[in-house]
């Protein structure tokens, strides 16, 4: 009798059935709904999140359109590679006691836009600045006006590049340097 009763006892533990929220079913069959909802607008009406002034548009070229998907993006290579700028200058930067710096920097003449040198201290004061070098240019050397400390000192070069018809600014670089300034012979 004892086996039987703990028999009927597990037979009706393992036998109920769980109890559903109605409310958990209704927040899940809202959240359902409004996923489906959003997908089919998104597909109804196309992609939401695109600008009015759509960019790709403006990179192709008005025959894009009866262009192969394989000429598109030969095209569309093309302007971003008018668009890159690589920078070329030594890492380390050696600085003479009349505060010459030998940058040996270069606007290599693959380059597409004009560009500019900024050295900047690492205590953030302005130590050079260059004119504007067009592509093929090269700039051995600069006058610092800043305080540069003996010994090695960190430092950033900032590129800047312009576009050579507008002169408006196309974007900018920035390389971590090293300063090494020569102690004076004389001490």
């Not at 006058?143 to 050579?164: H, M």
């Amino acid at each position: 009798m004892g086996n039987d009763s703990n028999l009927d006892r597990y037979s009706r533990l393992y036998l109920k059935k769980p109890r559903s929220s109605p409310r958990k079913a209704a927040r899940l069959a809202a959240i359902a709904f409004a996923v489906i909802a959003a997908a089919f607008i998104a597909t109804a009406i196309g992609p939401p999140f695109l600008p009015a002034d759509n960019r790709m548009s403006s990179i192709l070229s008005p025959a894009s359109a009866d262009k192969t998907e394989e000429e598109i993006k030969d095209e569309l290579g093309d302007a971003v590679a008018e668009g890159m700028m690589n920078v070329s200058m030594a890492s380390t930067v050696t600085v003479d006691e009349d505060m010459n710096a030998h940058l040996s920097a270069v606007n290599i003449p693959q380059n597409h836009l004009d560009q500019t040198i900024t050295l900047i201290g690492e205590d953030g004061t302005e130590l050079y600045a260059s004119p504007i070098l067009p592509p093929g240019t090269a700039l051995d050397t600069a006058q610092l006006a800043g305080p540069v400390p003996e010994g090695r000192s960190n430092a950033t070069a900032v590129f800047t590049g312009y576009d050579p018809t507008t002169g408006q600014a196309a974007g900018t670089i920035a390389l971590e340097i090293t300063l090494e300034k020569e102690g004076n012979a004389d001490e």
